[in-house]
Nanobody, 124 residues
Framework: QVQLVESGGGLVQAGGSLRLSCAASGRIFGTYVMGWFRQAPGKDREFVAA????????EYADSVKGRFTISRVYGDNTVDLQMSSLKPEDTAVYYC?????????????????WGRGTPVTVSS
Protein backbone atom coordinates (compact mmCIF):
# COMPACT_ATOMS: atom_id res chain seq x y z
CA GLN A 1 0.00 0.00 0.00
CA VAL A 2 0.96 3.59 -0.61
CA GLN A 3 0.07 6.36 1.79
CA LEU A 4 -0.28 9.96 0.66
CA VAL A 5 -0.37 12.85 3.11
CA GLU A 6 -1.16 16.39 2.04
CA SER A 7 -0.18 19.53 3.91
CA GLY A 8 -0.15 23.28 3.42
CA GLY A 9 -3.83 24.11 3.11
CA GLY A 10 -5.41 27.04 4.89
CA LEU A 11 -7.15 30.36 4.60
CA VAL A 12 -5.84 33.02 2.21
CA GLN A 13 -7.18 36.23 0.70
CA ALA A 14 -7.94 36.49 -2.97
CA GLY A 15 -4.77 37.25 -4.91
CA GLY A 16 -2.62 35.48 -2.37
CA SER A 17 -0.54 32.32 -2.60
CA LEU A 18 -0.33 28.91 -0.95
CA ARG A 19 1.98 25.96 -1.40
CA LEU A 20 0.62 22.46 -0.95
CA SER A 21 2.83 19.43 -0.44
CA CYS A 22 2.15 15.72 -0.73
CA ALA A 23 4.40 13.09 0.80
CA ALA A 24 4.18 9.49 -0.38
CA SER A 25 5.30 6.54 1.70
CA GLY A 26 4.86 2.80 1.75
CA ARG A 27 5.36 0.20 -0.95
CA ILE A 28 6.35 2.48 -3.80
CA PHE A 29 7.73 0.67 -6.82
CA GLY A 30 8.47 1.75 -10.32
CA THR A 31 7.48 4.95 -11.98
CA TYR A 32 4.26 6.68 -11.25
CA VAL A 33 2.42 9.89 -11.96
CA MET A 34 1.40 12.24 -9.17
CA GLY A 35 -1.65 14.42 -9.46
CA TRP A 36 -3.70 17.02 -7.63
CA PHE A 37 -7.46 17.15 -7.67
CA ARG A 38 -9.93 19.32 -5.82
CA GLN A 39 -13.52 19.16 -4.72
CA ALA A 40 -15.58 22.20 -3.83
CA PRO A 41 -18.73 21.91 -1.69
CA GLY A 42 -21.59 20.49 -3.72
CA LYS A 43 -19.42 19.84 -6.77
CA ASP A 44 -17.67 16.87 -8.33
CA ARG A 45 -13.99 16.24 -7.84
CA GLU A 46 -12.02 17.90 -10.61
CA PHE A 47 -8.52 17.64 -12.00
CA VAL A 48 -6.01 20.35 -11.15
CA ALA A 49 -2.56 19.21 -12.28
CA ALA A 50 -0.39 16.14 -12.86
CA UNK A 51 3.33 15.49 -13.20
CA UNK A 52 5.33 12.58 -14.58
CA UNK A 53 7.82 10.48 -12.64
CA UNK A 54 10.78 12.44 -13.97
CA UNK A 55 9.03 15.78 -13.61
CA UNK A 56 9.58 16.56 -17.29
CA UNK A 57 5.92 16.33 -18.27
CA UNK A 58 3.14 18.30 -16.69
CA GLU A 59 -0.52 18.87 -17.34
CA TYR A 60 -2.87 21.49 -15.94
CA ALA A 61 -6.56 22.20 -15.92
CA ASP A 62 -7.42 25.26 -17.97
CA SER A 63 -8.79 26.97 -14.89
CA VAL A 64 -5.40 27.00 -13.16
CA LYS A 65 -2.95 27.40 -16.06
CA GLY A 66 -0.56 30.25 -15.47
CA ARG A 67 -1.46 30.44 -11.78
CA PHE A 68 -0.56 27.01 -10.38
CA THR A 69 2.72 25.11 -10.72
CA ILE A 70 3.19 21.43 -9.94
CA SER A 71 6.70 20.22 -9.18
CA ARG A 72 8.67 17.29 -7.87
CA VAL A 73 12.30 16.34 -7.53
CA TYR A 74 13.23 13.40 -9.78
CA GLY A 75 12.86 10.19 -7.84
CA ASP A 76 11.55 12.01 -4.81
CA ASN A 77 8.40 10.85 -3.17
CA THR A 78 7.00 14.32 -2.67
CA VAL A 79 5.11 16.63 -4.99
CA ASP A 80 4.26 20.28 -4.48
CA LEU A 81 1.56 22.52 -5.84
CA GLN A 82 2.39 26.22 -5.82
CA MET A 83 -0.81 28.21 -6.08
CA SER A 84 -0.70 31.91 -6.91
CA SER A 85 -3.24 34.60 -7.76
CA LEU A 86 -5.82 32.60 -5.87
CA LYS A 87 -9.49 33.24 -6.48
CA PRO A 88 -12.52 32.49 -4.32
CA GLU A 89 -13.49 29.82 -6.85
CA ASP A 90 -10.30 27.95 -5.96
CA THR A 91 -11.83 27.17 -2.57
CA ALA A 92 -11.98 23.39 -2.21
CA VAL A 93 -10.48 20.38 -0.53
CA TYR A 94 -7.32 19.51 -2.45
CA TYR A 95 -6.39 15.86 -2.85
CA CYS A 96 -3.11 14.28 -3.83
CA UNK A 97 -3.23 11.14 -5.97
CA UNK A 98 -0.77 8.63 -7.40
CA UNK A 99 -1.07 6.49 -10.52
CA UNK A 100 1.00 3.31 -10.97
CA UNK A 101 1.76 4.21 -14.57
CA UNK A 102 3.93 6.97 -15.95
CA UNK A 103 1.19 8.42 -18.12
CA UNK A 104 -0.43 11.76 -17.36
CA UNK A 105 -4.19 11.82 -16.97
CA UNK A 106 -6.85 14.19 -15.74
CA UNK A 107 -9.27 11.37 -14.99
CA UNK A 108 -9.61 10.57 -11.32
CA UNK A 109 -10.67 7.01 -12.11
CA UNK A 110 -7.20 5.95 -13.23
CA UNK A 111 -5.41 7.00 -10.05
CA UNK A 112 -4.68 4.21 -7.62
CA UNK A 113 -3.97 5.97 -4.35
CA TRP A 114 -5.45 9.02 -2.68
CA GLY A 115 -4.69 11.23 0.27
CA ARG A 116 -7.31 12.49 2.68
CA GLY A 117 -7.16 16.02 1.39
CA THR A 118 -6.26 19.45 2.72
CA PRO A 119 -8.74 22.33 2.72
CA VAL A 120 -8.05 25.60 0.95
CA THR A 121 -10.28 28.59 1.51
CA VAL A 122 -9.86 31.77 -0.51
CA SER A 123 -11.72 34.78 0.85
CA SER A 124 -12.85 37.65 -1.33
Amino acid sequence: QVQLVESGGGLVQAGGSLRLSCAASGRIFGTYVMGWFRQAPGKDREFVAAISWSGSRKEYADSVKGRFTISRVYGDNTVDLQMSSLKPEDTAVYYCAARRMDRLSGSSSVYDYWGRGTPVTVSS
